[in-house]
Protein backbone atom coordinates (compact mmCIF):
# COMPACT_ATOMS: atom_id res chain seq x y z
CA UNK A 1 0.00 0.00 0.00
CA UNK A 2 1.06 3.75 -0.92
CA UNK A 3 0.38 6.69 1.44
CA UNK A 4 0.40 10.06 0.20
CA UNK A 5 1.27 11.35 3.56
CA UNK A 6 2.66 10.05 6.96
CA UNK A 7 -1.71 10.94 8.37
CA UNK A 8 -2.81 8.15 6.04
CA UNK A 9 -0.43 5.67 7.13
CA UNK A 10 -0.76 6.41 10.79
CA UNK A 11 -4.75 5.96 10.51
CA UNK A 12 -4.17 2.33 8.47
CA UNK A 13 -1.64 1.16 11.47
CA UNK A 14 -4.13 2.18 13.87
CA UNK A 15 -6.87 0.56 12.13
CA UNK A 16 -5.52 -2.69 12.33
CA UNK A 17 -4.94 -1.96 15.92
CA UNK A 18 -8.65 -1.44 16.28
CA UNK A 19 -9.47 -4.95 14.28
CA UNK A 20 -7.01 -7.06 16.26
CA UNK A 21 -7.66 -5.56 19.65
CA UNK A 22 -4.28 -4.37 20.05
CA UNK A 23 -3.72 -0.79 22.14
CA UNK A 24 -1.57 1.55 20.78
CA UNK A 25 1.17 3.21 23.12
CA UNK A 26 2.74 5.90 22.46
CA UNK A 27 6.46 6.26 22.95
CA UNK A 28 7.48 10.15 23.67
CA UNK A 29 10.84 11.08 23.76
CA UNK A 30 10.12 14.79 23.48
CA UNK A 31 7.60 16.94 24.47
CA UNK A 32 6.63 17.29 21.01
CA UNK A 33 5.48 14.16 20.66
CA UNK A 34 3.23 14.39 23.59
CA UNK A 35 1.67 17.19 22.36
CA UNK A 36 1.46 15.03 18.66
CA UNK A 37 -0.44 12.24 21.11
CA UNK A 38 -2.91 14.95 22.12
CA UNK A 39 -3.81 15.77 18.24
CA UNK A 40 -4.16 12.46 17.08
CA UNK A 41 -6.33 12.06 20.50
CA UNK A 42 -8.35 15.14 18.90
CA UNK A 43 -9.03 14.20 15.51
CA UNK A 44 -10.33 10.69 16.43
CA UNK A 45 -7.56 8.03 15.49
CA UNK A 46 -7.35 6.95 19.01
CA UNK A 47 -10.05 6.77 21.43
CA UNK A 48 -7.52 6.11 24.68
CA UNK A 49 -4.38 6.21 24.52
CA UNK A 50 -1.32 5.41 26.38
CA UNK A 51 1.95 7.40 26.84
CA UNK A 52 5.14 6.01 27.77
CA UNK A 53 7.19 9.03 28.84
CA UNK A 54 10.98 7.77 27.54
CA UNK A 55 13.47 8.93 29.73
CA UNK A 56 17.15 9.59 29.55
CA UNK A 57 18.57 8.55 26.29
CA UNK A 58 20.86 10.83 24.85
CA UNK A 59 18.94 12.62 22.65
CA UNK A 60 16.11 12.72 24.03
CA UNK A 61 14.63 13.75 27.34
CA UNK A 62 16.28 13.15 30.32
CA UNK A 63 15.67 11.38 33.85
CA UNK A 64 14.21 14.80 35.76
CA UNK A 65 11.76 14.65 38.19
CA UNK A 66 10.41 18.16 37.44
CA UNK A 67 10.06 17.32 33.88
CA UNK A 68 8.49 14.09 34.44
CA UNK A 69 5.76 16.56 36.19
CA UNK A 70 5.57 19.05 33.88
CA UNK A 71 4.65 16.36 30.82
CA UNK A 72 1.49 15.21 33.25
CA UNK A 73 0.22 18.79 31.75
CA UNK A 74 0.42 17.99 28.13
CA UNK A 75 -1.75 14.40 28.39
CA UNK A 76 -5.21 13.58 27.41
CA UNK A 77 -7.51 13.32 30.41
CA UNK A 78 -7.83 9.81 32.07
CA UNK A 79 -5.19 8.74 29.56
CA UNK A 80 -2.75 6.16 31.05
CA UNK A 81 0.85 6.67 31.34
CA UNK A 82 4.23 5.09 32.31
CA UNK A 83 7.90 5.87 32.14
CA UNK A 84 10.33 4.27 30.39
CA UNK A 85 13.90 5.92 32.96
CA UNK A 86 17.25 4.57 30.89
CA UNK A 87 20.33 5.42 33.23
CA UNK A 88 21.94 4.04 36.69
CA UNK A 89 21.08 5.38 39.72
CA UNK A 90 19.33 8.59 39.08
CA UNK A 91 16.50 7.08 37.24
CA UNK A 92 14.81 5.12 40.59
CA UNK A 93 13.74 9.15 41.95
CA UNK A 94 12.34 9.45 39.21
CA UNK A 95 10.40 5.63 39.13
CA UNK A 96 9.50 6.87 42.70
CA UNK A 97 7.80 10.30 41.15
CA UNK A 98 5.53 8.27 38.68
CA UNK A 99 4.36 6.07 41.49
CA UNK A 100 3.58 9.11 43.50
CA UNK A 101 1.64 10.74 40.52
CA UNK A 102 -0.58 7.58 39.64
CA UNK A 103 1.75 6.28 36.49
CA UNK A 104 2.47 2.75 35.53
CA UNK A 105 5.93 1.07 36.47
CA UNK A 106 8.35 -0.58 34.07
CA UNK A 107 11.87 -1.65 34.38
CA UNK A 108 14.37 -4.47 33.69
CA UNK A 109 18.01 -4.51 32.43
CA UNK A 110 16.81 -3.47 29.08
CA UNK A 111 16.94 -0.17 30.91
CA UNK A 112 19.37 0.05 33.63
CA UNK A 113 21.58 -2.48 35.18
CA UNK A 114 21.45 -0.52 38.48
CA UNK A 115 19.32 -0.91 42.10
CA UNK A 116 18.80 2.56 44.16
CA UNK A 117 21.86 2.03 46.14
CA UNK A 118 23.56 1.84 43.35
CA UNK A 119 24.88 -1.65 43.11
CA UNK A 120 24.65 -3.82 39.95
CA UNK A 121 21.28 -5.88 39.82
CA UNK A 122 21.84 -9.27 39.71
CA UNK A 123 18.58 -9.61 37.06
CA UNK A 124 15.03 -8.72 36.33
CA UNK A 125 13.90 -10.03 39.70
CA UNK A 126 16.03 -7.74 41.98
CA UNK A 127 14.89 -4.62 39.84
CA UNK A 128 11.35 -5.53 40.02
CA UNK A 129 11.26 -6.05 43.67
CA UNK A 130 12.50 -2.64 43.60
CA UNK A 131 10.14 -1.04 41.77
CA UNK A 132 7.60 -2.79 43.36
CA UNK A 133 8.90 -0.90 46.61
CA UNK A 134 8.77 2.19 44.85
CA UNK A 135 4.95 1.65 44.41
CA UNK A 136 4.49 0.49 48.26
CA UNK A 137 6.41 3.93 49.50
CA UNK A 138 3.45 5.50 47.50
CA UNK A 139 0.98 3.56 49.17
CA UNK A 140 -0.10 1.54 45.88
CA UNK A 141 -0.02 -2.05 45.64
CA UNK A 142 1.15 -4.02 42.56
CA UNK A 143 -1.50 -5.08 40.28
CA UNK A 144 -2.44 -8.45 39.62
CA UNK A 145 -3.10 -10.07 36.02
CA UNK A 146 -6.89 -9.74 35.58
CA UNK A 147 -6.60 -5.79 37.87
CA UNK A 148 -3.84 -5.21 35.09
CA UNK A 149 -6.09 -6.49 31.94
CA UNK A 150 -9.04 -4.26 33.36
CA UNK A 151 -6.85 -1.43 33.68
CA UNK A 152 -5.69 -1.76 29.84
CA UNK A 153 -9.03 -2.73 28.88
CA UNK A 154 -7.63 -5.77 27.47
CA UNK A 155 -9.71 -8.71 27.13
CA UNK A 156 -8.45 -11.94 28.95
CA UNK A 157 -6.94 -14.81 26.80
CA UNK A 158 -8.75 -18.36 26.61
CA UNK A 159 -6.92 -21.33 27.15
CA UNK A 160 -7.50 -23.95 23.46
Same mark, same amino acid.
Request: net charge negative; proline share 2%.
Given at each position: ? @? #??N??E ?6 ? @?????G?HP?FE? #?? %?G?VR? @? ?6 ? +????P??NF? +?? %??SG?P?? &? ?6 L?W?E? *? /?L???T???RAE @?W???Q $?TA???? +?L ?5 DT #? ?5 ? $?A?G *??V ?7 ? /?RN?G $?EV????E ?5 G? &??? %?? %?
Open positions: M @V #FDPVKIQAFLD @VMHETTEC #FD %VIS @VGMFHKAG +MTSHEYV +MG %VAMAD &VDLLALLRIS *N /AWQTLIG @VSVH $RELGG +MRTGLE #FYLPDGT $RS *NGLIEALAGC /AA $RASVAAREMLL &VAL %VA %V
